[in-house]
């Protein structure tokens, strides 16, 4: 069994300064870790992905995360937001359900970016 | 190149009525996902096809709902006698092959189903 918890549902931050977005998951395997965004009426898109080829991993836009097997945890950062950062964020892990290779959502989290 | 597509990208149906969502992955693509994003809520797997296996229906709320994928390729999701807690946007993705849990899933725009 898998699970995804995302410990904020909304976080805001002011432009120019860190986004830090939580995620702890469980998983009875060596998991894939992935981080999804999905802006208003758009699809989801890929950010980034965790395979055990290195702790910190780099995504697009300037995110990145890092895994802590201690922690269980793989928290998405970002050093210094923009505007066009507010969307929904959702933490995925990948593993097994039955016979099926399935992805396992958080339930996202609401990142809002002021001016 | 082209991503997944879906269609229609709304559909707005009465209750009762039988309503079809299509899905066309990535060329090339063997696996085949169908979510569900209720409002308020993180996204519900549905069904997976892999190449020529039986599919997983494991998520599948009841027996209204169905999928076929015809060629190995486009899938349609199928809802019989709709209800209002149908509502939702029915997302589809496609990844490259099963058997590697790095490969990344990547995801249509979504169909927004509203039953009235």
């Known amino acids: 069994a898998q699970s995804v918890t995302q410990l904020d549902s909304h976080v805001s931050v002011s432009e120019g300064t860190p986004v830090l977005l939580r995620c702890n998951y469980s998983?009875?395997?060596?998991?894939?870790l992935f981080w999804y965004v999905q802006h208003p009426n758009k699809g989801l898109q890929l950010l980034l992905k965790?395979?055990?080829?290195?702790?910190l991993v780099k995504g697009i836009n300037g995110f990145e995360a890092e895994f802590k097997k201690s922690e269980t945890s793989f928290h998405l950062t970002k050093p210094s937001a923009h505007m066009s950062d507010a969307a929904e964020y959702f933490c995925?892990?990948?593993?097994?359900?039955?016979?099926?290779?399935?992805?396992?959502f958080g339930s996202g989290t609401q990142l809002t970016v002021l001016p | 190149g082209a991503g997944v597509s879906q269609s229609p990208s709304n559909k707005v149906t009465e209750k009762g009525k039988d309503v079809e969502l299509r899905c066309d992955p990535i060329?090339?693509?063997?696996?085949l996902y169908w979510y569900r994003q209720s409002l308020g809520q993180g996204l519900e797997f549905l069904i997976y096809?892999?190449?020529?296996?039986?599919?997983?229906k494991s998520g599948l709320p009841s027996d209204r709902f169905s999928a076929e994928r015809t060629g190995g390729s486009v899938s349609t999701l199928t809802i019989q006698r709709t209800q209002q807690e149908d509502s939702a946007v029915y997302l589809c993705?496609?990844?490259?092959?099963?058997?590697?849990?790095?490969?990344?899933?990547?995801f249509g725009p979504g169909t927004r189903l509203t039953v009235l």
């Open positions: 993705a496609s990844r490259l092959r099963d058997g590697s849990s790095t490969d990344t899933q990547y």
């Open positions: 995925v892990v990948s593993g097994f359900s039955g016979s099926a290779r399935q992805l396992t």
């Open positions: 096809f892999q190449g020529n296996s039986a599919p997983d």
């Open positions: 060329s090339g693509h063997t696996a």
């Open positions: 965790y395979t055990s080829a290195a702790t």
């Open positions: 998983s009875s395997y060596s998991p894939s």
